[in-house]
Each structure stands twice: as C-alpha cells, then as structure tokens.
C-alpha cells in the first residue's frame, strides 16, 4: 500500500485502524497475523469480526475468527490465500507495521455460552476452520466449563496442520493457560492427502468409530458431549447430520444447546 493511499483514506467511525505486529507464513496456502488491540475493543473468545484493508475508498470485509483468546493484549487471525479472492490477495503480502481495519462489533455462535454444561468438548475443525477454537483452547473458562476439551484439525497435507500443533505446544506450555489446559486438552490432527498418524476426514472416522477409538471414549453421547463445528459448507452439513444422528441438539446464543455451528465464513 502506498503513502498517498494511507493518507488520504478516512477511516469509518465503525471502524478501528490496527497495526500489524507479526506475519508468519505456513504454506502457499496458508498464513497467520497479529495486530494491536484497540484498548475498547472487546469479544468472547469464538466470536468473529470483519477485516479489511484501507486500500480502496470502500474496503472489501469479510469475516475472521480471533484466534487470539479474549485475554491476549493482541490480536491473532489464520488466514487461506485465495487465488485472486478480493481481500486475501492484499491481505497475503501485509508486514509488521501495516495498517488493517476492524468493524468494531464481533459476533458468532461459537462461544461457550451457546452450549448447555457437559463433560467432554469436542471441536471439529477443517482447515482454517481452526481458528476460533485456537481462541477457546486458549481461553481457561473452556477448561473451567469441561472435564475434556478434544480439538480435531482435518488438513490436505502435513504442513497445513503447523499452526494447530504449534497453538496447542504453546496452550500447554503457555504460564497462564498450560495449568487449565494440562490434562484436559486433546489435540487430533488428520490429514486427508498423504501419509499421516491419522489419516482421513474427521467425518468419516466419526462413522467409522475409529475417532473414538483412537481417543478411548465411548461414541457421541448428547448427556455429557459438546460439540463445535467450523469448517467448508460440505463438512459444516455433514458433521451437523452426524452429530444429530448421535441425538445431539443445535444450540445458539440465545437458546445453548449441545452443539454449535458457524456459518459466517460460508456463502
Ligand atoms: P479432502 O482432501 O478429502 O477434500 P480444504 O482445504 O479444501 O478446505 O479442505 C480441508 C480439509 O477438509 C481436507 O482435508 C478435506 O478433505 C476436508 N473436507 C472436505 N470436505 C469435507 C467434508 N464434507 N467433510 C469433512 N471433511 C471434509
């Protein structure tokens, strides 16, 4: 973004003007960013606001999960590479110390408060469907509300899993969250396009049984499981239907139920 660009841009009233503070690259595919915090700004961990550049009289938004906790002084977003996607082109080639805009409200249904007590959390998560999940593992009111919190990640390939086994090293390493999480938090990676500990869409290991048996729980009970579901349209759908199958209940914020779903990132 060039100077002019910056200077002659207003910035909306709805709108915070953040700084970047670090842009770590996982694959072609994949990315991660911090900004600053506006010290107003305030979210429960899961929820998802909407992001834009200032490079364009009407910045394009859309909608990102924080993947920070609501307790981090930072910012923190997982981010795809859309090929010619109208704001993940820009977004790709951002560095530390430019400029990103923040509508001020964050909203969504993945929150602890959508979901009715239980023992056992289970997240289910596709690619960068992980992101508001790396908010809520981070987050020890999670651990406060479950007895077992199980984080599955479904990726193509090995390297995509990166961000979600580094964000549950640093959970359990973390000096404030490490205590809640050491224990209870269950990380469960599978990739779908090479060789791998686990191997296969979380979907169908949930028919198979095979994700229960690998964990050693017993199958989808809707008396003490929760469930969290954000990933593609397809695996938002078919999860859901899984979960129903199991007797489980959609819930939201104004009526918790045993699972939640969010479809903000799906058209
Ligand atoms: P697959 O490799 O079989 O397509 P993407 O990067 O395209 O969003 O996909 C992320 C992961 O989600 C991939 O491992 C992909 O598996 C998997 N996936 C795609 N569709 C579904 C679905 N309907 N249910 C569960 N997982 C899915």
Not at 56 to 72: C, G, L, Q
Not at 106 to 129: C, E, H, I, Q, W
Not at 227 to 238: D, N, P, Q, T, V
Not at 240 to 248: D, Y
């Amino acid at each position: 973004m060039d100077m002019m660009a910056k200077q002659t841009f207003a910035i909306p009233e709805n709108v915070y003007a953040e700084t970047v503070t670090l842009v770590q690259h996982y694959t072609d595919r994949l990315f991660r960013f911090r900004t600053t915090r506006p010290a107003a700004f305030r979210f429960r961990s899961g929820e998802f606001v909407m992001i834009g550049l200032p490079n364009a009289e009407k910045p394009v938004y859309r909608a990102y999960s924080i993947a920070s906790p609501a307790w981090d002084e930072e910012l923190e977003f997982f981010s795809i590479k859309v090929p010619d996607g109208p704001l993940t082109e820009h977004l790709q080639k951002i560095q530390p110390g430019d400029t990103i805009l923040l509508r001020k409200k964050a909203t969504g249904t993945l929150v602890n408060d959508a979901l009715l007590p239980g023992k056992r959390l289970y997240m289910f998560s596709t690619g960068t469907g992980i992101a508001p999940f790396a908010s809520l593992v981070r987050d020890p009111e999670t651990y406060e509300k479950f007895e077992q919190v199980i984080l599955t990640h479904t990726c193509r390939d090995v390297a995509e899993l990166k961000y979600g086994q580094d964000l549950v090293q640093e959970t359990l390493n973390d000096p404030l969250v490490g205590e809640f999480a050491s224990g209870k938090l269950i990380h469960y990676p599978t990739v779908t396009r090479e060789a791998f500990t686990h191997t296969g869409r979380i979907t169908d290991l949930m028919r198979s049984g095979k994700l229960y048996s690998d964990l050693g729980v017993p199958p989808l009970d809707p008396e003490v499981d929760r469930g969290m579901i954000c990933g593609s349209m397809a695996m938002l759908k078919e999860t859901k239907e899984i979960l129903e199958a199991c007797g489980l209940v959609e819930g939201a914020n104004n009526a918790p139920g045993s699972f939640v779903v969010e479809r903000a990132f799906v058209d």
